[in-house]
């Protein structure tokens, strides 16, 4: 008897006596033979618990996070402080446990932070609304994109060619089945061509999608873009990193009607990878039109302060095909940490992270490219990333960085293979001069 199966054979029996079958393969005659394997699953004898618990320590123990090494990778997700007491106030059980607020009567405490997070949010992006939450920083960009769409009533999307090639490939897989055309603006030394764009970006263009700081860590000019859309009655949607916006415009002060990004900065952990934080802030022309929970603040029978959910346009409040989004979900703990650590930062503490971020990577550059080895890929203004590339193997430069501990930047090939010899690298607040100085002696660049 398995202690966690319930059903005994004679369990079994009586369900397939009553269901009219002969044996629980039945149960799959739908599924083509060719498709059903015919064999036993490949797996190793059963260890006891304690064995068990040994052997999941030994792969753990093969992972390096970034608390054994010292890392200068970003691209999307970033190695920035976390203050203990994020963790230490997410993890009480009543955050940990909680999933959904669909009862606001005894759910306040999750309606507040949704609520106290979508506020920062918005203060931040300088939106007049924000949503929680998304899944991560692309699907909330295909959120906004549909938006804009169901908004000017038009079927196509302009994305700049700078926008991460990640977020680039989601927003084509996901219209592409929305029968929503997605044409890419070619980019000029780093940033968005601002001919290319007036040439594709006219008055049938639903939205066009910015991204600031972008791929390369360069900060776009958002100024023409903004007008151009305008002009055609169409959206601007701009993709930021939540970090830049202590030193940077907000994208509402840069006449933008959608911002949206991946908050995993926002005291979430790199976790190998997720779960993310995606948000979703817009001008309150468009409230009707976000996807996911918003939380309002209301008063009680009793006159007291209350928040419930408003706004309900998703799929398990109504029907399906007529929800705003099928593909959002609750990233109520991830949005917890968040609002923690905005909250703990404060808006100086913030300023402060993105600018030791801004100063350190620019010394970094500096260091990198003083003897020539190395060269920045573009003369532009970036904030806490850039892009380098060189003559030589930038992968067995990566290998040798993370055999002294390091890991190294992202090669830009990945995204796109005409980058070959690119490598894009982020500095953010943790990293000291003694570690940038050593990523710069062991790339081999010569004093």
Same mark, same amino acid.
């Given at each position: 008897?398995?202690?966690?199966?319930?059903?005994?054979?004679?369990?079994?029996?009586?369900?397939?006596?009553?269901?009219?079958?002969?044996?629980?393969?039945?149960?799959?005659?739908?599924?083509?033979?060719?498709?059903?394997?015919?064999?036993?699953?490949?797996?190793?004898?059963?260890?006891?618990?304690?064995?068990?618990?040994?052997?999941?320590?030994?792969?753990?123990?093969?992972?390096?996070?970034?608390?054994?090494?010292?890392?200068?990778?970003?691209?999307?997700?970033?190695?920035?402080?976390?203050?203990?007491?994020?963790?230490?106030?997410?993890?009480?059980?009543?955050?940990?446990?909680?999933?959904?607020?669909?009862?606001?009567?005894?759910?306040?405490?999750?309606?507040?932070?949704?609520?106290?997070?979508?506020?920062?949010?918005?203060?931040?992006?300088?939106?007049?609304?924000?949503?929680?939450?998304?899944?991560?920083?692309?699907?909330?960009?295909?959120?906004?994109?549909?938006?804009?769409?169901?908004?000017?009533?038009?079927?196509?999307?302009?994305?700049?060619?700078?926008?991460?090639?990640?977020?680039?490939?989601?927003?084509?897989?996901?219209?592409?089945?929305?029968?929503?055309?997605?044409?890419?603006?070619?980019?000029?030394?780093?940033?968005?061509?601002?001919? /290319?764009?007036?040439? &594709? @970006?006219? +008055?049938?263009?639903?939205?066009?999608?910015? !991204? =600031?700081?972008?791929?390369? $860590?360069?900060?776009?000019?958002?100024?023409?873009?903004?007008?151009?859309?305008?002009?055609?009655?169409?959206?601007?949607?701009?993709?930021?990193?939540?970090?830049?916006?202590?030193?940077?415009?907000?994208?509402?002060?840069?006449?933008?009607?959608?911002?949206?990004?991946?908050?995993?900065?926002?005291?979430?952990?790199?976790?190998?990878?997720?779960?993310?934080?995606?948000?979703?802030? /817009?001008?309150?022309? &468009? @409230?009707? +039109?976000?996807?996911?929970?918003?939380?309002? !603040? =209301?008063?009680?029978?009793? $006159?007291?302060?209350?928040?419930?959910?408003?706004?309900?346009?998703?799929?398990?409040?109504?029907?399906?095909?007529?929800?705003?989004?099928?593909?959002?979900?609750?990233?109520?703990?991830?949005?917890?940490?968040?609002?923690?650590?905005?909250?703990?930062?404060?808006?100086?503490?913030?300023?402060?992270?993105?600018?030791?971020?801004?100063?350190?990577?620019?010394?970094?550059?500096?260091?990198?490219?003083?003897?020539?080895?190395?060269?920045?890929?573009?003369?532009?203004?970036?904030?806490?990333?850039?892009?380098?590339?060189?003559?030589?193997?930038?992968?067995?430069?990566?290998?040798?960085?993370?055999?002294?501990?390091?890991?190294?930047?992202?090669?830009?090939?990945?995204?796109?293979?005409?980058?070959?010899?690119?490598?894009?690298?982020?500095?953010?607040?943790?990293?000291?001069?003694?570690?940038?100085?050593?990523?710069?002696?062991?790339?081999?660049?010569?004093?």
């Amino acid at each position: 008897m398995h202690r966690y199966i319930p059903n005994t054979e004679a369990d079994k029996r009586t369900m397939m006596k009553t269901l009219g079958i002969e044996s629980v393969e039945a149960l799959f005659c739908d599924i083509p033979q060719e498709l059903q394997l015919k064999r036993g699953m490949n797996l190793p004898e059963a260890l006891s618990e304690l064995e068990l618990s040994r052997h999941m320590q030994t792969l753990a123990g093969k992972n390096q996070g970034t608390d054994q090494v010292v890392s200068f990778l970003g691209a999307g997700a970033y190695d920035h402080y976390i203050p203990a007491i994020v963790k230490h106030l997410a993890m009480r059980s009543e955050f940990y446990t909680a999933y959904t607020p669909y009862q606001p009567e005894i759910s306040q405490g999750t309606l507040q932070v949704i609520f106290e997070y979508q506020t920062m949010m918005s203060q931040l992006t300088g939106m007049d609304v924000a949503n929680a939450s998304m899944y991560d920083g692309g699907t909330a960009c295909v959120e906004a994109a549909m938006m804009a769409v169901e908004n000017a009533r038009k079927s196509t999307i302009a994305v700049s060619e700078t926008v991460h090639p990640e977020i680039r490939k989601i927003l084509a897989t996901y219209l592409k089945l929305r029968d929503v055309a997605l044409i890419e603006i070619p980019m000029k030394n780093g940033v968005t061509d601002p001919e /290319a764009m007036r040439e &594709l @970006v006219g +008055k049938e263009t639903a939205g066009v999608i910015i !991204q =600031s700081p972008n791929f390369f $860590g360069i900060i776009e000019d958002v100024t023409e873009a903004e007008a151009l859309i305008h002009q055609g009655k169409g959206s601007l949607i701009m993709v930021v990193d939540p970090i830049s916006l202590g030193i940077l415009k907000s994208p509402g002060e840069l006449g933008a009607d959608i911002a949206v990004g991946d908050a995993q900065a926002f005291g979430n952990g790199l976790n190998f990878g997720g779960p993310h934080l995606g948000f979703l802030a /817009a001008k309150s022309k &468009l @409230v009707r +039109k976000m996807p996911g929970r918003i939380v309002g !603040q =209301s008063l009680d029978v009793d $006159g007291k302060r209350a928040f419930v959910l408003t706004l309900q346009a998703r799929e398990q409040h109504i029907r399906r095909y007529k929800a705003t989004s099928n593909i959002c979900s609750n990233q109520g703990l991830n949005a917890l940490m968040a609002a923690i650590y905005l909250t703990t930062m404060g808006k100086e503490g913030l300023r402060e992270v993105a600018l030791q971020s801004t100063q350190k990577a620019h010394y970094a550059m500096e260091q990198l490219t003083k003897d020539g080895s190395y060269r920045l890929m573009f003369d532009q203004p970036f904030f806490k990333e850039f892009a380098v590339t060189a003559d030589h193997d930038l992968a067995q430069v990566n290998e040798t960085l993370l055999n002294h501990g390091i890991i190294g930047g992202y090669p830009i090939q990945q995204g796109d293979a005409r980058w070959e010899k690119g490598l894009l690298l982020a500095v953010t607040e943790k990293r000291t001069r003694e570690e940038i100085d050593h990523l710069v002696k062991i790339m081999g660049v010569k004093g």
